[in-house]
Protein backbone atom coordinates (compact mmCIF):
# COMPACT_ATOMS: atom_id res chain seq x y z
CA UNK A 1 0.00 0.00 0.00
CA UNK A 2 1.25 3.19 -0.68
CA UNK A 3 1.51 6.32 1.39
CA UNK A 4 -1.74 8.71 1.28
CA UNK A 5 -1.18 11.62 -1.61
CA UNK A 6 -0.53 14.84 -0.99
CA UNK A 7 -2.48 17.37 -2.50
CA UNK A 8 -1.61 20.70 -4.05
CA UNK A 9 -4.22 23.24 -3.68
CA UNK A 10 -4.36 26.99 -4.79
CA UNK A 11 -5.18 29.66 -1.73
CA UNK A 12 -9.06 29.77 -2.60
CA UNK A 13 -9.31 25.88 -2.39
CA UNK A 14 -6.86 26.21 0.74
CA UNK A 15 -8.92 28.75 2.13
CA UNK A 16 -12.55 27.08 1.86
CA UNK A 17 -11.16 23.59 3.70
CA UNK A 18 -9.80 25.61 6.52
CA UNK A 19 -13.60 25.28 7.64
CA UNK A 20 -13.15 21.60 8.08
CA UNK A 21 -9.67 21.07 8.40
CA UNK A 22 -6.54 22.06 10.91
CA UNK A 23 -3.77 24.32 9.23
CA UNK A 24 0.55 23.69 10.21
CA UNK A 25 2.21 26.98 9.10
CA UNK A 26 5.96 25.54 8.84
CA UNK A 27 7.53 29.44 9.20
CA UNK A 28 9.83 30.47 11.94
CA UNK A 29 8.23 31.70 14.80
CA UNK A 30 9.14 34.91 14.21
CA UNK A 31 7.15 34.84 10.61
CA UNK A 32 4.61 33.65 12.24
CA UNK A 33 4.28 36.77 14.77
CA UNK A 34 4.53 39.07 11.91
CA UNK A 35 1.24 37.80 9.95
CA UNK A 36 -0.44 34.01 10.06
CA UNK A 37 -3.89 32.47 8.63
CA UNK A 38 -5.95 33.07 11.37
CA UNK A 39 -6.88 29.05 13.33
CA UNK A 40 -3.52 28.04 11.78
CA UNK A 41 -0.65 26.24 14.39
CA UNK A 42 2.80 27.16 14.23
CA UNK A 43 4.97 23.99 13.99
CA UNK A 44 8.27 26.03 12.78
CA UNK A 45 10.99 23.33 10.51
CA UNK A 46 13.56 26.41 11.62
CA UNK A 47 13.82 28.56 15.11
CA UNK A 48 14.79 31.87 13.87
CA UNK A 49 18.13 31.51 14.54
CA UNK A 50 18.04 28.12 12.69
CA UNK A 51 16.85 29.69 9.48
CA UNK A 52 19.22 32.75 10.16
CA UNK A 53 22.39 30.02 10.07
CA UNK A 54 20.79 28.02 7.19
CA UNK A 55 20.35 31.34 5.15
CA UNK A 56 23.79 32.37 5.65
CA UNK A 57 25.22 29.07 4.96
CA UNK A 58 23.64 29.26 1.77
CA UNK A 59 24.69 32.72 0.83
CA UNK A 60 28.52 31.69 1.52
CA UNK A 61 28.57 27.89 0.69
CA UNK A 62 25.67 27.16 -1.64
CA UNK A 63 22.37 25.16 -1.82
CA UNK A 64 23.80 21.71 -1.20
CA UNK A 65 25.81 22.67 2.22
CA UNK A 66 22.58 24.86 2.96
CA UNK A 67 20.26 21.50 2.81
CA UNK A 68 23.18 19.61 5.06
CA UNK A 69 23.07 22.06 7.53
CA UNK A 70 19.05 22.00 7.78
CA UNK A 71 19.14 18.45 7.87
CA UNK A 72 21.26 18.67 11.21
CA UNK A 73 18.46 21.18 12.70
CA UNK A 74 15.26 18.87 11.11
CA UNK A 75 16.65 15.46 12.06
CA UNK A 76 16.41 15.67 16.07
CA UNK A 77 12.53 17.04 15.71
CA UNK A 78 11.24 14.64 13.22
CA UNK A 79 8.85 12.47 15.94
CA UNK A 80 8.03 15.34 17.33
CA UNK A 81 6.48 17.11 13.94
CA UNK A 82 4.95 13.99 13.52
CA UNK A 83 3.26 13.51 16.75
CA UNK A 84 2.14 16.97 16.62
CA UNK A 85 0.99 16.58 12.82
CA UNK A 86 -1.24 13.38 14.15
CA UNK A 87 -2.32 15.50 16.99
CA UNK A 88 -3.81 18.46 15.00
CA UNK A 89 -4.97 15.71 12.05
CA UNK A 90 -8.73 15.79 11.60
CA UNK A 91 -9.50 11.82 9.97
CA UNK A 92 -5.64 11.49 8.95
CA UNK A 93 -6.60 14.64 7.23
CA UNK A 94 -3.75 17.91 7.69
CA UNK A 95 -3.25 21.08 5.68
CA UNK A 96 0.52 22.78 5.18
CA UNK A 97 2.15 25.66 3.81
CA UNK A 98 5.46 27.81 4.48
CA UNK A 99 6.34 31.10 3.03
CA UNK A 100 6.46 30.73 -1.14
CA UNK A 101 5.25 27.26 -1.09
CA UNK A 102 8.93 25.95 -1.35
CA UNK A 103 11.55 23.35 0.24
CA UNK A 104 9.94 23.60 3.95
CA UNK A 105 6.12 22.87 3.50
CA UNK A 106 7.37 20.44 0.86
CA UNK A 107 9.46 18.54 3.44
CA UNK A 108 7.08 18.76 6.14
CA UNK A 109 4.23 17.30 3.81
CA UNK A 110 6.31 14.28 3.03
CA UNK A 111 7.64 13.52 6.64
CA UNK A 112 3.40 13.68 7.44
CA UNK A 113 2.89 11.28 4.81
CA UNK A 114 5.10 8.79 5.30
CA UNK A 115 3.70 8.99 8.93
CA UNK A 116 0.21 8.20 7.20
CA UNK A 117 -1.33 11.41 7.04
CA UNK A 118 -3.01 13.14 3.85
CA UNK A 119 -1.74 16.49 3.07
CA UNK A 120 -2.82 19.41 1.62
CA UNK A 121 -0.16 22.09 0.47
CA UNK A 122 -0.86 25.54 -0.31
CA UNK A 123 0.57 26.53 -3.60
CA UNK A 124 3.05 29.24 -3.57
CA UNK A 125 2.39 29.51 0.25
CA UNK A 126 1.57 32.10 2.89
CA UNK A 127 2.52 34.70 0.29
CA UNK A 128 -0.22 33.69 -2.05
CA UNK A 129 -2.66 33.03 0.17
CA UNK A 130 -1.80 37.30 0.99
CA UNK A 131 -2.07 37.94 -2.72
CA UNK A 132 -5.89 36.40 -2.52
CA UNK A 133 -7.13 38.19 0.27
CA UNK A 134 -5.48 41.21 -1.02
CA UNK A 135 -7.39 40.89 -4.46
CA UNK A 136 -10.60 39.97 -2.18
CA UNK A 137 -11.22 43.53 -1.21
CA UNK A 138 -12.27 44.70 -4.58
CA UNK A 139 -15.25 42.53 -4.65
CA UNK A 140 -18.19 44.51 -5.48
CA UNK A 141 -20.26 44.58 -2.42
CA UNK A 142 -23.65 46.28 -1.02
CA UNK A 143 -21.56 48.25 1.77
CA UNK A 144 -24.21 50.37 4.47
CA UNK A 145 -22.23 52.72 6.29
CA UNK A 146 -23.47 53.91 9.85
CA UNK A 147 -22.17 57.65 10.46
CA UNK A 148 -22.22 60.10 13.63
CA UNK A 149 -20.21 61.89 15.96
CA UNK A 150 -17.81 60.50 18.63
CA UNK A 151 -20.35 59.25 21.62
CA UNK A 152 -22.86 58.21 19.21
CA UNK A 153 -22.94 54.74 20.42
CA UNK A 154 -22.23 53.63 16.54
CA UNK A 155 -20.72 50.30 17.71
CA UNK A 156 -23.39 48.80 19.69
CA UNK A 157 -25.94 50.16 17.44
CA UNK A 158 -23.93 47.77 14.89
CA UNK A 159 -23.96 44.86 17.23
CA UNK A 160 -28.05 45.52 17.55
CA UNK A 161 -28.33 45.44 13.95
CA UNK A 162 -26.25 42.54 13.55
CA UNK A 163 -28.65 40.92 16.55
CA UNK A 164 -31.48 41.91 14.11
CA UNK A 165 -30.39 39.44 11.46
CA UNK A 166 -27.88 41.41 9.34
CA UNK A 167 -24.65 40.90 8.53
CA UNK A 168 -21.84 43.40 9.97
CA UNK A 169 -18.48 43.67 9.34
CA UNK A 170 -16.52 45.28 12.68
CA UNK A 171 -13.38 47.22 11.71
CA UNK A 172 -12.79 48.45 15.65
CA UNK A 173 -13.28 44.98 16.50
CA UNK A 174 -10.66 43.31 14.57
CA UNK A 175 -8.33 46.26 15.07
CA UNK A 176 -8.40 46.54 18.95
CA UNK A 177 -9.17 49.91 18.78
CA UNK A 178 -12.26 52.30 18.89
CA UNK A 179 -10.33 54.65 16.48
CA UNK A 180 -10.25 57.94 18.11
CA UNK A 181 -7.38 59.27 20.49
CA UNK A 182 -8.54 57.24 23.79
CA UNK A 183 -9.37 54.28 21.06
CA UNK A 184 -6.73 52.12 22.88
CA UNK A 185 -8.23 52.56 26.73
CA UNK A 186 -9.60 48.71 27.55
CA UNK A 187 -8.47 46.55 23.99
CA UNK A 188 -6.11 44.22 24.61
CA UNK A 189 -2.54 45.54 22.10
CA UNK A 190 -3.45 45.84 18.66
CA UNK A 191 -2.56 42.94 15.85
CA UNK A 192 -0.13 44.05 13.46
CA UNK A 193 -2.12 45.45 10.35
CA UNK A 194 -1.08 42.38 8.47
CA UNK A 195 -2.69 40.10 11.42
CA UNK A 196 -5.18 42.63 10.99
CA UNK A 197 -6.38 42.46 7.38
CA UNK A 198 -6.22 38.13 8.14
CA UNK A 199 -8.56 38.44 10.89
CA UNK A 200 -10.89 41.09 8.91
CA UNK A 201 -10.40 38.86 5.61
CA UNK A 202 -11.77 35.22 7.51
CA UNK A 203 -15.38 37.56 7.96
CA UNK A 204 -15.11 39.05 4.64
CA UNK A 205 -15.09 36.58 2.88
CA UNK A 206 -17.40 34.43 4.24
CA UNK A 207 -20.40 37.71 3.31
CA UNK A 208 -23.29 37.43 1.38
CA UNK A 209 -21.75 39.95 -1.05
CA UNK A 210 -25.59 40.58 -2.59
CA UNK A 211 -27.17 41.42 0.35
CA UNK A 212 -26.51 44.59 2.91
CA UNK A 213 -23.14 44.31 4.64
CA UNK A 214 -23.53 47.12 7.54
CA UNK A 215 -20.05 48.76 8.39
CA UNK A 216 -19.21 51.95 10.90
CA UNK A 217 -17.57 54.75 9.58
CA UNK A 218 -13.93 54.98 10.05
CA UNK A 219 -10.77 57.24 8.93
CA UNK A 220 -7.99 55.01 6.65
CA UNK A 221 -6.41 54.72 10.14
CA UNK A 222 -7.98 52.69 13.16
CA UNK A 223 -5.07 53.14 15.79
CA UNK A 224 -1.93 51.90 14.27
CA UNK A 225 -3.57 49.55 11.49
CA UNK A 226 -4.94 51.05 8.49
CA UNK A 227 -8.95 49.84 6.20
CA UNK A 228 -7.34 48.04 3.13
CA UNK A 229 -7.45 50.14 0.35
CA UNK A 230 -10.00 48.73 -1.73
CA UNK A 231 -12.20 48.29 1.35
CA UNK A 232 -11.67 52.03 2.24
CA UNK A 233 -12.76 52.79 -0.89
CA UNK A 234 -16.47 50.98 -1.41
CA UNK A 235 -16.93 52.88 2.15
CA UNK A 236 -16.54 56.06 0.63
CA UNK A 237 -18.77 55.72 -2.10
CA UNK A 238 -21.12 53.47 -0.22
CA UNK A 239 -25.14 54.53 0.77
CA UNK A 240 -24.13 56.26 4.16
CA UNK A 241 -26.95 56.55 7.34
CA UNK A 242 -25.90 59.09 9.58
CA UNK A 243 -27.31 59.48 12.88
CA UNK A 244 -27.26 63.17 15.05
CA UNK A 245 -27.22 62.75 18.71
CA UNK A 246 -27.10 65.58 20.93
CA UNK A 247 -23.84 66.49 22.33
CA UNK A 248 -25.15 66.90 25.56
CA UNK A 249 -25.63 62.86 25.62
CA UNK A 250 -22.88 62.20 23.86
CA UNK A 251 -20.80 63.54 26.86
CA UNK A 252 -22.41 61.26 29.01
CA UNK A 253 -22.04 58.11 27.36
CA UNK A 254 -18.16 58.76 27.24
CA UNK A 255 -17.95 59.74 30.91
CA UNK A 256 -19.80 56.25 31.26
CA UNK A 257 -17.28 54.55 28.67
CA UNK A 258 -14.39 56.29 30.15
CA UNK A 259 -14.22 57.95 33.54
CA UNK A 260 -13.55 54.77 35.11
CA UNK A 261 -10.03 54.41 33.51
CA UNK A 262 -7.34 55.22 35.68
CA UNK A 263 -6.58 59.22 34.88
CA UNK A 264 -3.36 59.09 33.83
CA UNK A 265 -4.32 57.26 31.11
CA UNK A 266 -6.89 59.51 30.25
CA UNK A 267 -4.60 62.94 30.21
CA UNK A 268 -1.87 60.66 28.28
CA UNK A 269 -4.42 60.00 25.23
CA UNK A 270 -5.35 63.68 25.43
CA UNK A 271 -1.66 64.96 25.25
CA UNK A 272 -1.26 63.14 22.14
CA UNK A 273 -3.76 64.63 19.94
CA UNK A 274 -2.70 68.34 22.20
CA UNK A 275 -1.56 70.43 18.78
CA UNK A 276 -4.41 69.57 17.34
CA UNK A 277 -6.72 71.19 19.85
CA UNK A 278 -4.77 73.46 21.25
CA UNK A 279 -2.19 74.31 23.93
CA UNK A 280 -4.92 76.06 26.40
CA UNK A 281 -7.17 73.47 25.60
CA UNK A 282 -4.95 71.07 26.63
CA UNK A 283 -4.51 72.46 29.49
CA UNK A 284 -8.23 72.88 30.36
CA UNK A 285 -9.10 69.37 29.57
CA UNK A 286 -6.08 67.77 31.87
CA UNK A 287 -7.18 70.12 34.78
CA UNK A 288 -11.14 68.42 34.34
CA UNK A 289 -9.70 65.54 34.32
CA UNK A 290 -7.79 65.72 37.24
CA UNK A 291 -10.62 67.21 39.19
CA UNK A 292 -12.81 64.49 38.00
CA UNK A 293 -14.98 67.20 36.14
CA UNK A 294 -14.65 64.53 33.03
CA UNK A 295 -17.82 66.81 31.13
CA UNK A 296 -15.66 69.69 30.69
CA UNK A 297 -12.91 67.64 29.56
CA UNK A 298 -15.29 65.68 27.36
CA UNK A 299 -16.74 68.89 25.92
CA UNK A 300 -13.31 70.09 24.85
CA UNK A 301 -12.27 67.11 22.97
CA UNK A 302 -15.21 66.79 21.12
CA UNK A 303 -15.38 70.33 19.77
CA UNK A 304 -12.13 69.25 18.01
CA UNK A 305 -13.70 65.58 17.08
CA UNK A 306 -16.87 66.88 16.00
CA UNK A 307 -14.95 69.53 13.16
CA UNK A 308 -13.36 67.05 12.10
CA UNK A 309 -15.90 64.35 11.24
CA UNK A 310 -18.25 67.36 9.43
CA UNK A 311 -14.61 67.94 7.26
CA UNK A 312 -14.89 64.38 6.90
CA UNK A 313 -18.46 64.28 5.75
CA UNK A 314 -18.15 67.05 3.64
CA UNK A 315 -15.69 65.69 1.72
CA UNK A 316 -17.57 62.94 0.58
CA UNK A 317 -19.12 65.61 -1.64
CA UNK A 318 -22.90 63.45 -1.35
CA UNK A 319 -26.18 64.22 -1.71
CA UNK A 320 -27.42 61.00 -0.73
CA UNK A 321 -26.27 60.53 2.70
CA UNK A 322 -29.48 59.78 5.10
CA UNK A 323 -29.29 61.84 7.95
CA UNK A 324 -31.25 60.84 11.51
CA UNK A 325 -32.23 62.94 13.85
CA UNK A 326 -32.44 61.00 17.28
CA UNK A 327 -33.67 62.17 20.25
CA UNK A 328 -31.47 59.60 22.50
CA UNK A 329 -28.45 58.12 22.68
CA UNK A 330 -29.96 54.48 23.84
CA UNK A 331 -28.88 51.69 21.43
CA UNK A 332 -32.06 49.65 20.83
CA UNK A 333 -34.23 52.99 19.91
CA UNK A 334 -31.80 54.43 17.37
CA UNK A 335 -31.82 50.57 15.95
CA UNK A 336 -35.23 50.79 15.66
CA UNK A 337 -35.00 53.84 13.48
CA UNK A 338 -32.15 52.98 11.90
CA UNK A 339 -34.18 50.23 10.39
CA UNK A 340 -37.18 51.48 9.62
CA UNK A 341 -35.44 54.02 7.30
CA UNK A 342 -33.66 51.66 6.19
CA UNK A 343 -36.53 49.52 5.34
CA UNK A 344 -38.45 52.84 3.44
CA UNK A 345 -35.50 53.85 1.71
CA UNK A 346 -35.24 49.88 0.33
CA UNK A 347 -38.51 50.67 -1.01
CA UNK A 348 -37.42 53.65 -3.45
CA UNK A 349 -34.24 51.81 -3.59
CA UNK A 350 -34.02 48.19 -4.46
CA UNK A 351 -30.57 47.77 -4.71
CA UNK A 352 -30.01 48.30 -1.21
Given at each position: ?182 GAIGEEPQPSNE ?158
Amino acid sequence: MGFPMIHTIDAEEFTALRNSLKVLDVRSPGEYAQGHIPGSVNLPLFTDEERRQTGIMYKNAGREAAVLEALGFVGPKMQDFVKIGRKHAVSKKIMVHCWRGGMRSESMAWLLSTAGLEVYLLRGGYKAYRKYIRESWNHPSNLIVLSGKTGSGKTEILKQIEQKGFQILDLEQFARHKGSAFGAIGEEPQPSNEQFENNLSDAWLKMNFEAPIWVEDESRFIGRVNVPEPLYQQMQKARTICIDIPKSMRIERLILDYAQHPKELLVESITRIGRRIGGQHLKAAIAGIEKGDFAAAIDIVLAYYDRTYEFDLDRKHRSDILHLQCETAEAESNTQLILKHFSAEKVNHPDL
